[in-house]
């Protein structure tokens, strides 16, 4: 039976497999990696707004045959809200500075 290393990163901590692990073939070990995933993050979750966490397999010679990542991000309605304000007010003033650099007369000295 196939061996394989699994190594996860919750974000904190990377943890590799020293001892390799018997699967039937690539798919029953990326599948194992899947669920990994899925154990890492109701081990870390509730705990915070974001969390990103990884699992990778090597077969026995070393050769990565799978990479799984999962991204969380969550935010309240008030984070939303004003995280939606700061990009409003980054767009206004990136249309400021364009139209400054537009205007003819930017570099005339007022009479």
Excluded: C, W
């Excluded at 070393?62 to 799984?68: D, F, L, Q, T």
């Amino acid at each position: 039976m196939p061996k394989y290393r699994f190594t996860t990163d919750d974000g904190k901590k990377v943890d590799r497999g020293d001892n390799p692990l018997d699967f039937a073939d690539d798919k029953a070990a990326t599948d194992a990696a899947q669920e990994a995933l899925a154990d890492m993050v109701h081990e870390v979750l509730p705990n915070g707004n974001s969390v990103d966490l990884t699992a990778d397999v090597e077969d026995i010679a070393g050769k990565k045959i799978y990479h799984a990542s999962l991204k969380f991000r969550g935010e309240t309605a008030d984070e939303g809200r004003a995280k939606a304000a700061q990009l409003d007010a980054e767009a206004d003033a990136a249309v400021d500075a364009v139209a400054k650099a537009l205007d003819p007369d930017r570099n005339k000295t007022p009479n």
